[in-house]
Structures are given as C-alpha cells and as structure tokens.
C-alpha cells in the first residue's frame, strides 16, 4: 500500500534577470506616469466640483422660485 502513495510535488522556482533593463530609465517612467495621473485627477475634482455647484445653485433657484 505504502508504494502507491507519493508526497505532492513542489513548484519549481522561476527567477528572471531581463537583458536591457535600465533602472534610471525604469524611475522616470514611474515619475511621468505619477504626475500624469495626479493631473487627470485633479481636472475631474475641479470639474466634478462644478457640476456639484452648478446643480446645487439650479437646486436654490428651484426652491426660491416655489417659495417666491
């Protein structure tokens, strides 16, 4: 019985080491792609935030016009 048993197998290790691999170049992308995605954020806040004051002002006016 103990011969048809068998202890489960283990993965095999991977290691990569790229050719052409530049650290520097590897960094500024990194920095370009950061500033790039803190800029799209900051024009949705700014026009997300108008939208919000647009609506809200439409909103006050409505009100006023009921009250009025």
């Known amino acids: 019985m103990g011969i048809f048993v068998r202890k489960p ?3 095999r290790n991977f290691t ?4 052409y691999y530049d650290p520097k170049k590897d960094d500024k992308l990194r920095r370009r792609m950061r500033v790039k995605r803190k800029s799209r954020s ?3 806040n700014k026009f997300t935030n108008l939208l919000y004051f647009g609506g809200l002002l439409l909103f006050a006016l409505y009100i ?3 009250l009025g």
């Open 9 to 11: 197998r283990k993965p």
């Open 16 to 19: 990569y080491e790229p050719r």
């Open 42 to 44: 900051k024009r949705r």
């Open 64 to 66: 006023y016009n009921l």
